[in-house]
């Protein structure tokens, strides 16, 4: 309300609610989609005569959501979710980057990584696939806001606040850059990995790195889902204040 001119102020304001609410749904849902799919792929890769269906996805999903919903209705849950949620996606991703470039069967070069553009998805310019392909590193920092919204739960917010989400930029980019860096180093099969049977690319990439060993890709692929599953209880919260804010506001 204050950037917009006073005549416009409310209706404008009204329409940046709706938006970050719906945002927040849609990004609740992704996650809740996301963690379903990761579950019955892992099922699918370890039986591979269990056919997977879009029904299955959305009741994993709504199911999901249920359970962090339920969750939320404790504070000391959600607070605890949240710390569990940070160290073991830290530690996924520091395991990742040493065991996965160590145990690889082979590996790519550093011009791979960093000098080949690869345009899988259809797109005639080189430029127009790169940014495209920002849409997943930028996923990583779509919750930056969500300290914010907080806010008012948050002890002392005027000192925390920006420090949570200067601290989360710097964490991200520590641990997300050579994640993607080691992904590359073991991307050998491209094609396997992209037209994967599964489904979800990086559990083909584990399979193929180790060198199609069941048991060490579902191992790996699991820290990965857990990860995402604690995820989820937040952004539970952080959703409910949006709309919280938005309806008494």
Same mark, same amino acid.
């Given at each position: 309300?204050?950037?917009?001119? #006073?005549?416009?102020?409310?209706?404008?304001?009204?329409?940046?609610?709706?938006?970050?609410?719906?945002?927040?749904?849609?990004?609740?849902?992704?996650?809740?989609?996301?963690?379903?799919?990761?579950?019955?792929?892992?099922?699918?890769?370890?039986?591979?005569?269990?056919?997977?269906?879009?029904? #299955?996805?959305? &009741?994993?999903?709504?199911?999901?959501?249920?359970?962090?919903?339920?969750?939320?209705?404790?504070?000391?849950?959600?607070?605890?979710?949240?710390?569990?949620?940070?160290?073991?996606?830290?530690?996924?991703?520091?395991?990742?980057?040493?065991?996965?470039?160590?145990?690889?069967?082979?590996?790519?070069?550093?011009?791979?990584?960093?000098?080949?553009?690869? #345009?899988?998805?259809?797109?005639?310019?080189?430029?127009?696939?790169?940014?495209?392909?920002?849409?997943?590193?930028?996923?990583?920092?779509?919750?930056?806001?969500?300290?914010?919204?907080?806010?008012? !739960?948050?002890?002392?917010?005027?000192?925390?606040?920006?420090? /949570?989400?200067?601290?989360?930029?710097?964490?991200?980019?520590?641990?997300?850059?050579?994640?993607?860096?080691?992904?590359? *180093?073991?991307?050998?099969?491209? !094609?396997?990995?992209?037209?994967?049977?599964?489904?979800?690319?990086?559990?083909? &990439?584990? *399979?193929?790195? *180790?060198?199609?060993?069941?048991?060490?890709?579902?191992?790996?692929?699991?820290?990965? /889902? &857990?990860?995402?599953?604690?995820?989820?209880?937040?952004?539970?919260?952080?959703?409910?204040?949006?709309?919280?804010?938005?309806?008494?506001?």
């Amino acid at each position: 309300m204050t950037l917009a001119p #006073r005549k416009y102020a409310r209706p404008f304001a009204y329409i940046t609610g709706v938006c970050n609410l719906f945002a927040a749904y849609c990004t609740t849902a992704a996650t809740s989609i996301a963690v379903s799919m990761f579950i019955f792929e892992s099922v699918k890769l370890a039986t591979p005569t269990f056919v997977l269906s879009a029904w #299955r996805v959305y &009741l994993g999903a709504a199911a999901l959501n249920l359970v962090a919903g339920l969750i939320n209705i404790w504070e000391k849950a959600v607070a605890m979710s949240i710390l569990v949620g940070l160290w073991l996606s830290v530690l996924t991703c520091v395991l990742i980057t040493i065991v996965l470039p160590v145990t690889a069967v082979y590996h790519t070069d550093a011009k791979f990584i960093f000098g080949t553009l690869d #345009r899988s998805n259809g797109w005639s310019s080189d430029g127009m696939a790169f940014i495209v392909g920002l849409v997943n590193a930028n996923l990583t920092f779509a919750l930056l806001d969500s300290a914010a919204h907080l806010a008012e !739960e948050t002890p002392d917010p005027a000192r925390n606040v920006p420090k /949570t989400i200067m601290m989360t930029v710097i964490i991200e980019f520590l641990t997300a850059f050579p994640f993607a860096c080691v992904l590359m *180093y073991c991307l050998t099969d491209f !094609e396997s990995v992209v037209h994967n049977p599964t489904g979800v690319p990086i559990l083909q &990439l584990f *399979y193929v790195t *180790y060198g199609n060993h069941q048991p060490a890709a579902l191992a790996t692929f699991a820290f990965l /889902t &857990l990860a995402y599953i604690c995820s989820l209880f937040p952004q539970h919260a952080y959703q409910a204040r949006v709309c919280w804010a938005f309806l008494s506001g």
